[in-house]
């Protein structure tokens, strides 16, 4: 694999420092997470752009699904992220994918994240870290719902310190 331009070998790329920082700010806002590694994968897009790096977070909070969202947002516009073209480059995204085995379709929020389960870029960094998490609405393990996909999309796992 080559080094992201302008980046001496072994230090972290401008998209690493921002997930460091996502991942602080959402520490210092709920308390301890439990962070997957890191993994690249190509975007999921007609829109030509660099490949995407991608991780999970699990944290107990008693924030309210739509505070916990907002606070996600804050943390995407704070990181520059600007509305645009859907599925096209941006700095951070930050999906809640469960929140318990709370079931909710809303406008703004649905949950389980609707797709998740066909994403092996999601369910890689979720079963890493919590591979017996249930998902709604049938209770299936996180680590079936991925052993289900088989083999598809490339997802490189990737080294970085999440919250160093």
């Not at 072994?10 to 806002?29: I, K, Q, Y």
Request: hydrophobic share 45%; charged share 25%; no cysteine.
């Amino acid at each position: 694999m080559g080094k992201a331009p302008g980046k001496a070998a072994g230090e972290p790329s401008p998209v690493e420092h921002t997930l460091a920082w996502a991942l602080r700010r959402l520490e210092a806002s709920l308390g301890p997470l439990r962070v997957a590694s890191l993994y690249r994968t190509a975007p999921v897009s007609p829109v030509p752009q660099p490949d995407f790096l991608n991780t999970a977070a699990l944290a107990r909070t008693a924030l309210p699904p739509e505070e916990l969202l907002a606070l996600a947002k804050a943390l995407e516009r704070e990181a520059g992220r600007r509305p645009g073209v859907r599925l096209g480059p941006r700095p951070l995204d930050i999906d809640l994918l469960l929140y318990g085995d709370l079931q909710l379709e809303g406008p703004e929020l649905t949950l389980p994240h609707p797709r998740m389960r066909e994403r092996r870029f999601v369910l890689i960094p979720l079963a890493e870290i919590a591979p017996d998490l249930t998902v709604p609405p049938d209770g299936a393990r996180v680590a079936d719902l991925l052993a289900r996909l088989g083999e598809g999309e490339v997802v490189e796992r990737v080294e970085w310190r999440a919250l160093a």
